[in-house]
């Protein structure tokens, strides 16, 4: 039973243009919410978190909304780079505990 | 600042046999977990250590896998006996204190495990 789900596998996106990324999640306790960027052979690295309480959180190319209703969230990166290819991971914390709740990951490649 | 590290990068036993994963978390961190990702799927918990304790262990599958973190420092994670569905790539992470900084963790390049 995933609680945390990003149901498209893969996505190409052309350099210069805006990157989407979608996540939806099952568990309401979830209260916070975060993406995670990861590069082959390497370990995830945090890219951008938003709490429950907020809809939108910005930080320079990366900005995460999240629709608590609809139970889902969204990283739009623009422009996306070349650099930005990456498997992109999103992931739940529900309050109670510290563990991560992960999806199964977007793979972006983002073509020149 | 030294970043989380793993020890071995990889590493492929017979089914059977006995692997000890290493993870040195980031100086200073209290909050250690392994995770565990396999065949592509999603990334999973396994277990949380705050310093030396066990924290939250849910997500460990069964008793041939061991974790410990003594003196509060590294940690390890035991597979014995392991088994083909083992296989995978096991990732440590650790975090500062705090409700939220707890989330915001950071990860070690992982242990990828084969069990032929």
């Known amino acids: 039973d995933q609680q945390v789900k990003q149901n498209s596998p893969s996505l190409s996106v052309q350099e210069g243009r805006i990157s989407i990324l979608n996540c939806d999640y099952t568990?309401?306790?979830?209260?916070?919410f975060l993406w995670y960027k990861k590069y082959p052979a390497e370990g995830p690295t945090f890219l951008i978190s938003i709490s429950s309480i907020k809809d939108k959180n910005e930080d320079g190319r990366f900005t995460v909304f999240l629709n608590k209703s609809a139970k889902h969230l969204s990283l739009h990166i623009v422009p996306s780079q070349p650099g930005d290819s990456a498997v992109y991971f999103c992931a739940a914390g529900d309050g109670t505990a510290s563990k991560l709740t992960f999806g199964t990951g977007t793979r972006l490649q983002v073509t020149l | 600042e030294a970043g989380v590290t793993q020890f071995p990068s990889h590493s492929v036993i017979e089914k059977g046999q006995t692997v000890t994963l290493r993870c040195d978390p980031i100086?200073?961190?209290?909050?250690l977990y392994w995770y565990r990702r396999v065949m592509g799927k999603e990334i999973k918990f396994l277990l949380h250590f705050v310093k030396e304790s066990k924290q939250d262990e849910s997500g460990m599958p069964n008793n041939r896998f061991l974790a410990e973190r003594t003196g509060g420092t590294y940690s390890t994670l035991k597979v014995q006996p392991a088994e083909l569905e083992d296989s995978g790539v096991y990732f440590c992470?650790?975090?500062?204190?705090?409700?939220?900084?707890?989330?915001?963790?950071?990860f070690g390049p992982g242990t990828r495990l084969t069990v032929t």
């Open positions: 100086s200073g961190h209290d909050n």
């Open positions: 992470a650790s975090s500062q204190e705090g409700v939220r900084k707890n989330y915001e963790q950071y």
């Open positions: 568990n309401s306790m979830f209260d916070y």
